[in-house]
């Protein structure tokens, strides 16, 4: 199964991408929904039988890039 979160990562982070280049923040918003929920997995079960300082980390920075990135975008849709 860490497999499949490590491509989930990279999946969130490629569309994360492609939203910033495009500036389309509907993109920006659908991957920051993946994000915030994969950063609480990251937190809960950790990555690949590690739950150390270096995993709770990337969970706490990938759960602010993804609020970062979820709250702007979704402010940005509503001046529009």
Same mark, same amino acid.
């Given at each position: 199964?860490? %497999?499949? !979160? *490590?491509?989930?990562? *990279?999946?969130?982070?490629?569309?994360?991408?492609?939203? #910033? &280049?495009?500036?389309?923040?509907?993109?920006?918003? #659908? @991957? @920051?929904?993946?994000?915030? %929920?994969?950063?609480? *997995?990251? #937190? &809960?079960?950790?990555?690949?039988?590690?739950?150390?300082? !270096?995993?709770?980390?990337?969970?706490?920075?990938?759960?602010?890039? /993804?609020? *970062? !990135?979820?709250?702007? @975008? /979704?402010?940005?849709? !509503?001046?529009?």
């Amino acid at each position: 199964m860490i %497999p499949i !979160v *490590y491509m989930i990562i *990279y999946l969130a982070f490629g569309i994360m991408t492609i939203g #910033f &280049v495009t500036e389309n923040r509907i993109i920006l918003l #659908f @991957s @920051s929904f993946i994000l915030m %929920p994969l950063s609480i *997995y990251i #937190f &809960v079960n950790g990555l690949d039988a590690w739950s150390n300082f !270096v995993t709770t980390s990337f969970a706490a920075v990938t759960l602010g890039i /993804g609020a *970062y !990135v979820g709250i702007r @975008s /979704g402010l940005d849709l !509503v001046e529009d």
